[in-house]
């Protein structure tokens, strides 16, 4: 078995992982860094757009009121309570500093309005990325700084075991051709992500598993914290799923932006769930972690119905409703727009959506039941009552706004695009304390170990908080206690020794 020698090995190479990488890099420290992919980078490098933090220099500047206590009172009470109140203190505490060090690490930031409309009116604590592109070429520019400063980064290469007794001996690692290395070291960081990439681990916790479509790494396969776990470390915790907006398929991918059926189901239409109700007021497509939580709580897929009057108005109209994807797109200081349509190709898009499966159509609302498989008593009610809403422009039941009630269900052809929650990844995973080191039930630490990123658990509840940013931000600070919590430790033993 070939041996290697260094002093803190990081886990993978997304946020959290760079984060730690990059405090190890300014203080000098030697250190070894695995990537199980080709690419380095990880959800934080190729999905997320910005991060959460307080008391930032830039909000300083811009007197931004909301602060330490307002935060801290209001996750631990969103979370109710159920929270790692140490670690949640800590975190916000530090997350204003990071921004500085994102930008030392290449990767600047600027505060402005949460992306999503639903948070158009929260407290200025949302940091964008400048450009997306720029963030993409100066990730990758950050191993090779490592690199030069005498570190190594072992891509297609994965952790295996450790040998630990008593404290750890040695990361065992795996290459791409299967040979195992041996990585003498004193301590080690797992920042690789989470568990969204093991069916078998989702099918335990999730019982919508094959429902969800999973837009996250499927390299993170739960690897630290089944190795923490191993070693007595505490995992229990309710599942938290990082669920984050909803999408037909992989065939119309949301980010690809190509097709206008997914246009239409990012809109607060009439939405069924598989029994054929109603389950949600649709305007929670404006927020996205509540509205992929709505869809996952009705086993993770539901149906949006729209009729070809529909179809046709929006081929030939402009309509006075925002897809709630547009923000996304918009680099910093860009004006999304605010309306959608004309699409004069709407309906090639849906007919070749038909072919492919992410869309049904039907000529009645009989045939339509059966080839959905939706009760049919409960279809026709459905929308006999949304109907009766758009035409008073008033929905008793979900308190839909009145300026969204624009399009019923009246006349065949009917056609249901087939939705499903997407996911990001996965939020839950080992207790940790303070200093991200994973503990035992009895809250006692294992040494030389730390877990940070979406290996935690301890931040959330049951599910991803309406916190733009917050998953993200969290990775990139927890990433740099751990490596601060290293480097600490091993000075300590230096002079003990």
Known sequence: MKSLNTNVVIVGSGSSGISAGFELYQQKVPFILLERG???????????HGVFAINSQQQKDKKVKYGYQEAFEGMADYNHYFVNGELLSR??????????????????VTVEQSEQKAHL????????????????????????????????????????????????????????????????????????????????????????????LNLGEHKADGTGIKLAKKLGANTQHNPVLFAHGCAPSFQINPMARQSSVETLTNLPLLWLDQTGN?????????DFAMWANAAHNVQGRYYAIVDQETLN?????????????????????????????????????????????????????????????LPLAALKRSIKVYNQAVKNKKDDTFLKPADELLFGVKDGPYYAIIEHCAILGTLDGVNVNRNCEPVKRDGSPLKDLYIVGNNVNGLYSDGYPSYEGIANGFAFVSGWIAAKEAVKSMNNEEVKN
Not at 202 to 209: G, I, R
Request: proline share 3%; net charge negative.
């Open 313 to 373: 108005t929006f081929k030939t109209k402009e309509i006075n409703l925002e897809d709630t994807i547009e923000r996304q797109f918009c680099e910093v200081g860009v004006e999304p727009r605010t309306t959608v349509g004309p699409i004069p190709d709407i309906q090639a898009d849906f007919d070749k959506a038909i072919q492919s499966g992410e869309v049904v159509k039907a000529e009645t609302l009989e045939e339509l039941s059966e080839k959905i498989n």
């Open 38 to 48: 080709d690419k380095v980078g990880g959800a934080g490098k190729f999905g997320s």
């Open 91 to 108: 975190f916000l505490k530090e997350s204003g500093e990071n921004i500085e060090r994102m930008e030392q690490m290449g990767l600047p």
């Open 121 to 212: 009116n929260d407290p200025l604590v949302y940091h964008k990325f400048n450009n997306f592109t720029e963030k993409m070429a100066n990730w990758d520019k950050l191993p090779e700084k490592f690199e030069e400063a005498g570190n190594t980064v072992l891509r297609q290469t994965s952790a295996v075991d450790l040998d630990y007794n008593g404290g750890l001996k040695a990361v065992i690692a795996e290459d791409s051709n299967g040979q195992k290395i041996r990585i003498n070291t004193k301590k080690a960081i797992f920042a690789d992500g989470g568990y969204c990439g093991d069916q078998e681990m989702m099918a335990e916790k999730y019982t919508d598993t094959d429902e969800l």
């Open 278 to 286: 109603r389950f949600v007021n649709e305007d929670v497509v404006y």
